[in-house]
């Protein structure tokens, strides 16, 4: 393909290093591209949470636009904050090989775990198992990019603040003592990286498709049905993790109420070859064993907290 692939990225320096890596990708396979950097309203509307904004994939959407505009040839996102559902005419071309899928504390020592402390998250999801956990603690909104909540975390007397391991780690910014919260289940598809493309531009599908990593994009998928049969979006504090051995898929999810005091978890194991629908019929098992009852709760939570 002679022509130019013109790869649009939100301006963060994890969005431009993830846009750089698909382009060094690209560039080795022989293509020719070019990064246009976009900027996202999620990146400016720094004041009020994600779920607030009644916008799914709110980092997403600029970058929608722009594709659908014709502007951009490919989009570079992390995939947990993509919508499940995309935008008519936009497909999914690859999911490059994961990375760590572990959530971790940045911290300024951590003797007030076993007291009272506060921590900072703009996840709904992080602040429920958190909370779970630790139900002591204070969680407070942190939103904006991952060097300006570092920047947040250092001027605030917050004890600590959760971010995605796999972030901080691709730009260099993953201190040594931050400690690893295996305990908690990830966002569907975190640390996994997302190219998507206009379905007609199919040169474009078909240079990105050679980037494509097959058991990355299968527990990404399993993850994400799981998230779309929840109905989660951005709004409920969902966890969920998918891992392949030995030909079987592991998984693993989990619905909370926003304030940790009560969750829906499932744990189940099906056959690499049998894998189509698994996600959704884990939500189900979910939605009968109380998930129903919780996801309306948090509803209306949620919808009394924006009136």
């Known amino acids: 393909m002679k022509n130019v ?3 649009g990225t939100r301006d963060s320096e994890l969005a431009l290093w993830q846009a750089t890596t698909v382009q060094n990708k690209l560039e080795a396979l022989g293509h020719n591209t070019a990064l246009i950097p976009v900027k996202s309203t999620g990146d400016l509307v720094l004041d009020k949470p994600l779920y607030e904004m009644g916008i799914t994939g709110i980092f997403t959407k600029t970058l929608d636009v722009a594709l659908i505009k014709e502007e951009i040839d490919i989009a570079v996102h992390s ?5 499940t559902q995309l935008p008519k005419g936009v497909v999914k071309t690859a999911v490059l090989e994961r990375a760590d899928t572990n959530d971790i504390l940045v911290h300024k020592g951590t003797d007030f775990l076993d007291n009272e402390g506060t921590i900072a998250t703009g996840s709904l999801r992080r602040k429920a198992q958190w909370l779970a956990k630790y139900p002591k603690h204070k969680v407070v909104d942190l939103r904006g990019n991952v060097n300006s909540r570092l920047i947040k975390l250092i001027e605030n007397d917050w004890q600590g603040a959760v971010f995605a391991k796999a972030g901080l780690e691709r730009i260099k910014l993953l201190p040594k003592d931050a400690l690893e919260l295996d305990w908690m289940l990830p ?3 975190q640390g996994a990286m997302l190219i998507v493309a206009l379905e007609k531009n199919e040169a474009v599908v078909e240079a990105c498709s050679e980037l494509n990593h097959e058991n990355s994009n299968i527990t990404t998928l399993v993850e994400r049905e799981f998230l779309r049969t929840l109905e989660g979006g951005c709004t409920a504090p969902i966890g969920a993790l998918a ?3 030995n030909k079987t898929v592991y998984f693993k999810g989990c619905l909370h109420a926003l304030d940790g005091s009560t969750s829906v978890e499932v744990t189940k194991e099906r056959s690499l070859n049998k894998v189509m629908g698994f ?3 884990c939500a189900y098992e979910v939605l009968e064993s109380g998930g ?3 996801m309306d709760e948090i509803k209306n939570e949620l919808n009394n907290s924006v009136h």
């Open 292 to 294: 129903k009852q919780l």
């Open 79 to 83: 995939m947990k904050d993509v919508p």
């Open 279 to 281: 996600g959704k019929s």
């Open 243 to 245: 891992e392949i051995k």
């Open 5 to 7: 692939i013109r790869i």
């Open 187 to 189: 966002a569907p598809a």
